[in-house]
């Protein structure tokens, strides 16, 4: 009776699971990536739409008090909008004359957006001389 010596043949199974394993964690390693790489580009949309509707908002409030030195060339003072998800403020001062300055700050979110607008006449019309995203 011939007995058979298994302890000397070659273990192909070992080989073939260590493959599956290595594979398979390259496979996750991609997969957590894209997942990733998917959540900070949502990320950044979502913050680049706020950016848009707090400059929306932003504009909109200027807008707002140069209608209100239309319906009165002498006014100064403060205001403030509500739009959608956001808030802004605006505040004009007089710089003599028919000079005026706007300033309009937007929020949206943890966004936060000014503008100045240096207008040099008001009257026949409103002349803007200056519109500018500025610091905050």
Do not use: H
Request: net charge positive; aromatic share 6%; glycine share 10%.
């Amino acid at each position: 009776m011939k007995y058979k010596k298994y302890y000397n043949q070659p273990q192909y199974g070992y080989i073939t699971l260590i493959s599956v394993l290595v594979i398979g964690a390259v496979g996750l390693a991609i997969t957590i990536s894209l997942i990733l790489l998917g959540l900070g580009s949502s990320r950044t949309s979502f913050a680049l739409e706020q950016s848009n509707q707090t400059k929306a908002l932003t504009n909109a409030c200027a807008e707002e008090a140069m209608q209100q030195i239309r319906d009165s060339m002498s006014f100064t003072g403060n205001g403030n909008l509500s739009l959608g998800q956001g808030t802004c403020n605006y505040t004009v001062t007089s710089q003599g004359g028919q000079n005026r300055t706007i300033t309009a700050l937007g929020t949206v979110g943890t966004i936060v957006r000014k503008v100045k607008i240096i207008i040099s006449k008001i009257n026949p019309t409103i002349t803007v001389t200056s519109w500018q995203e500025v610091a905050d």
